[in-house]
């Protein structure tokens, strides 16, 4: 099992941007996608949440900016993100938390991430 994230980029400030993360594989079930960025010398922090019955939780920074979605038919997450600010820039990661097999505990998997620079 793989998580592929993409979108990412050079954008300017104040455009919107989406990243997607694709889980890749076999699975049984996806207890919750996030996002999680780390900006240059900062540690990793979660961004944005969506769990199994679609509730979603976000960061107070990007609250009303951000927006994450999934479209649980092809196991696939999207970070909407409007409004964007030098700030933002950071490399973002796809986590997932999900079961391969029905027998199996829910194990965590990370993507690689993908770079958004947003220029002033």
């Known amino acids: 099992v793989q998580l592929q994230a993409s979108g990412g980029g050079v954008v300017q400030a104040g455009v919107s941007w989406r990243l997607c993360c694709a889980v890749?594989?076999?699975?049984?079930?996806?207890?919750?996608m996030d996002w999680y960025r780390q900006a240059p010398g900062k540690q990793r922090e979660l961004v944005a949440g969506?769990?199994?019955?679609?509730?979603?939780n976000y960061a107070d920074y990007v609250k009303g900016r951000f927006s994450i979605s999934r479209v649980s038919a092809v196991n696939t997450a999207y970070l909407q993100m409007s409004r964007l600010k030098p700030e933002d820039t950071a490399v973002y990661y796809c986590?997932?938390?999900?079961?391969?097999?029905?027998?199996?505990?829910?194990?965590?998997?990370w993507g690689l991430g993908t770079l958004v620079t947003v220029s002033s």
């Open positions: 969506i769990i199994s019955d679609g509730s979603t």
């Open positions: 986590h997932a938390s999900l079961k391969e097999r029905l027998r199996l505990p829910a194990k965590d998997h």
């Open positions: 890749c594989g076999s699975i049984y079930s996806i207890n919750n």
